[in-house]
């Protein structure tokens, strides 16, 4: 018989050398998506005092804009958490998808407030979006409570075998 035991395998890259690239892109990463949110705030602010009519076009795209630096800035965190802890963190990508799908709604509901002569084409297919971007909402506040949920089952497990 061969001998049961497999002899460890050697990585041509140590792995010590890939944890170090992995951190650097990490903070890499971490420092151009702050970049990123600095100047679409600052394009943000420049947009909303150049936008002609204020009331309700520059305000809809001002709240849009926001969320999206909103948007940015989770992302921002989910990876600081993962340089941090080491994981991707699934609250995190939920918060983010809540949001923009939220932005979608309010972006759909605002172009069907300020649009005149929209055919019923445009209309139904409106009320298809939102409809799709409600459900998404609806399921991604579910998952967070499943998560939770999951989270709190261990440690609920242990105390009741104490």
Same mark, same amino acid.
Do not use: C, H, W
């Given at each position: 018989m061969e001998?049961?035991?497999?002899?460890?395998?050697?990585?041509?890259?140590?792995?010590?050398?890939v944890e170090i690239m992995e951190e650097v892109f990490h903070v890499v990463l971490g420092f151009f998506l702050f970049g990123i949110a600095?100047?679409? !705030?600052?394009?943000?602010?420049? %947009?909303?005092?150049?936008?002609?009519?204020?009331?309700?076009?520059?305000?809809?795209?001002? /709240?849009?804009?926001?969320l999206f630096i909103i948007i940015i800035l989770e992302i921002l965190r989910t990876v600081i958490a993962r340089y941090t802890d080491?994981?991707?963190?699934?609250?995190?990508?939920?918060?983010i998808g809540i949001i923009a799908a939220v932005r979608h709604i309010l972006t759909v509901g605002a172009y069907?407030? !300020?649009?005149?002569?929209?055919? %019923?084409?445009?209309?139904?297919?409106?009320?298809?979006?939102?409809?799709?971007?409600?459900? /998404?909402?609806?399921?991604?506040?579910?998952?967070?409570?499943?998560?939770?949920?999951?989270e709190s089952l261990p440690s609920k497990a242990q105390a009741i075998t104490k």
């Open positions: 001998n049961d035991i497999e002899p460890e395998k050697k990585s041509l890259v140590p792995s010590r050398a600095v100047a679409a !705030l600052i394009y943000s602010v420049i %947009r909303v005092f150049t936008t002609s009519p204020f009331f309700p076009t520059g305000m809809i795209q001002s /709240i849009n804009d926001i080491g994981v991707f963190q699934l609250q995190n990508f939920l918060i069907m407030t !300020l649009g005149s002569g929209k055919t %019923r084409e445009e209309f139904d297919r409106a009320v298809i979006e939102l409809s799709i971007s409600s459900g /998404i909402v609806v399921a991604l506040v579910l998952a967070i409570f499943l998560a939770k949920v999951a």
